[in-house]
């Protein structure tokens, strides 16, 4: 009530990208603390050339390839240790002629073998004895 010392307050966002941050109150100031998963950006963004490899880190949820022109061959490596319901997006702004995609945890179902520029595709990790990476588009 009025009148009497400020008490702490946590309270438990769950973001969008599987980020929880806990914010906690005392006489009006806010303070922001990360409890779980990375606070950085959940993106990641690589200029490669033809016959690399893109390695994604744990907790990405959104891969821009951005390379200079058309690329014959690509391999991308999944996260090594996804969370459960952990999305990934591939994004790209050229033709990638021969996309590999590598899971060292879980099986990736529908794998796609090439992408178009401007395309877009996304899977799911299903955990929980599953260890399946679902394709969603």
């Known amino acids: 009530g009025y009148g009497q010392e400020p008490q702490w307050v946590h309270l438990k966002f769950l973001c969008r990208r599987a980020n929880m941050a806990i914010f906690t109150m005392n006489a009006g100031e806010w303070y922001d603390r990360v409890a779980s998963r990375a ?7 690589v200029t490669p050339t033809t016959g690399q490899t893109v390695a994604v880190p744990n907790n990405v949820t959104d891969v821009n390839i951005i390379p200079a022109g058309p690329l014959l061959a690509l391999t991308v490596n999944f996260p090594t240790e996804p969370y459960d319901g952990q999305n990934l997006i591939i994004s790209t702004t050229q033709n990638i002629t021969n996309l590999t995609l590598v899971a060292v945890t879980g099986v990736i179902q529908s794998i796609a073998v090439t992408i178009i520029l401007g395309a877009t595709v996304e899977y799911k990790y299903l955990g929980k004895g599953r260890n399946i990476w679902m394709r969603k588009r």
């Open 39 to 45: 606070e950085s950006a959940n993106y990641l963004v």
